[in-house]
């Protein structure tokens, strides 16, 4: 069933690019967009944590849980976002439906090895600043596109409770933003276009280890760090004068020669530490921590003498409930619920204000009948930002479903 499901979402894939625009915020205008991924269903609806060992689940934020994997395991996730944004004067609300992993992992005895593809970054911004009274130059900013990761990693399980591992990505995407500048009424504006292509490549390492503390209970933890890194920016610019329309369609008139620069940004260290408690098989409680230093992702286009950055914190809690996993008991019994809380404080600071999100998550995990698979669903919601400061708050809502499909391959068979 796996191989047959495998095929058929890669196929999907095909139709389904991952550039998607995964976000509509207008803070994805800085650095290099809006953080995408924030692991698999089941660990986003327990506020992201990732220190438990699962046979049956890809970890990935945490390399060592590849060690852990019993059957191979093919995961799939998306994503549907609705998001109110208002300011002191206005509000405006979006939805966006996304692809958010596509991943496959492998059991080699006490080796376990695994590979996909997740998003990274997301750009989608629209920003204008109007004068009808012909006081000022209007403004208008749109940014689209965005980064991805191709990922292989492998865990060594060391001790039956210890673990260790190692991922290496490969990162990619375009960056593409408009910046019009136009006087009310006059048809004609000036018009800066900035293509930005990125590459480069990182990696991270981590470490799971338990121990029993009772009969029936556990302690869990988990630690995992990504050194800093680099990240290729090559952009073209285009300055030039077009013609625009009511909708804001642009059509060039007049171009000057386009300007190729090459920036060496900056993908800043992290490290993460997840601490929890209970019985792998019933129920789990704990909690996360990361911290991530200040990267450098100025480029030309997105520096503001009203921006600057600081260090990224994130904390998280959360856990899972199973009332009873016995594939003999009834199938309300087998449902796996999940729920967490997280405070993130992004690092962005904008007019002297900290961008901080507060959301809480819900999840729900039903088993496919006859088989180690699972079909898993959750909801996030919360606040980013502030309408203080003339900035702006987002309300948002995002309905999350994946897939977790495992099977026995490589397997030969025995006939008498």
């Known amino acids: ?87 002191g004067t206005s509000n405006a609300t979006t939805q966006r439906t996304t692809l958010d992993y596509l991943a496959l992992a492998i059991p080699l005895g006490k080796f376990g090895a695994g590979f996909g593809l997740i998003p990274y970054s997301s750009v989608g911004y629209k920003i204008e600043n109007i004068y009808p009274d012909g006081s000022q130059n209007n403004k208008r900013f749109n940014g689209w596109g965005g980064t991805n990761r191709v990922f292989l990693g492998t865990g060594y399980r060391i001790l039956p409770n210890w673990s260790i591992g190692a991922n290496v990505y ?74 625009y329309n009511s909708n804001y369609d642009l059509t060039a008139v007049d171009t000057f020669e386009s300007v190729i620069t090459k920036t060496d940004l900056q993908l800043p260290q992290k490290w993460s530490l997840g601490l929890g408690i209970g019985n792998a098989k019933k129920w789990v409680a704990g909690g996360e921590v990361s911290i991530q230093d200040v990267g450098k992702l100025y480029n030309n286009y997105n520096t503001l003498s009203n921006v600057t950055y600081g260090k990224y914190q994130r904390y998280s809690i959360g856990g899972y409930f199973t009332p009873n996993a016995n594939p003999f008991m009834s199938y309300a019994k087998r449902i796996t619920y999940r729920g967490g809380f997280v405070f993130e404080k992004t690092g962005l600071m904008v007019n002297s204000t900290s961008i901080n999100d507060v959301g809480m998550t819900l999840g729900l995990g039903f088993p496919i009948t006859g088989s180690l698979s699972n079909l898993n669903l959750g909801l996030e919601f919360g606040k980013k930002g502030t309408t203080s400061n003339n900035l702006v708050q987002e309300n948002y809502f995002i309905f999350n479903i994946g897939f977790s499909l495992n099977d026995k391959w490589f397997v030969k068979s025995k006939y008498n």
Do not use: H
Not at 32 to 52: C, D, H, K, L
Not at 174 to 185: D, H
């Open 170 to 243: 490969y990162n990619f995407g375009k960056i593409q933003t408009n910046s019009l500048e136009f006087i009310p009424y006059v048809p004609i504006g000036t018009r800066e276009l900035n293509v930005n292509e990125l590459s480069g490549v990182n990696f991270n390492i981590g470490m799971m280890y338990q121990y029993k503390l009772k009969e029936k209970l556990q302690f869990f933890s988990s630690l995992y760090y990504t050194p800093k890194s680099t990240l290729v920016s090559n952009n073209e610019r285009i300055i030039g004068t077009v013609s």
């Open 1 to 87: 069933m796996i191989k047959k499901f495998l095929i058929s979402s890669c196929l999907l894939l095909s139709l389904v690019s991952f550039s998607q625009e995964g976000t509509s915020s207008p803070y994805s205008f800085y650095g290099i967009g809006e953080a995408r991924f924030n692991g698999s269903v089941e660990s986003r609806t327990m506020g992201g944590i990732s220190m438990i060992p699962d046979s049956t689940r890809i970890n990935f934020q945490n390399p060592a849980g590849y060690a852990n994997i019993k059957w191979t395991n093919f995961t799939i996730g998306g994503s549907s976002s609705y998001n109110k944004q208002k300011s």
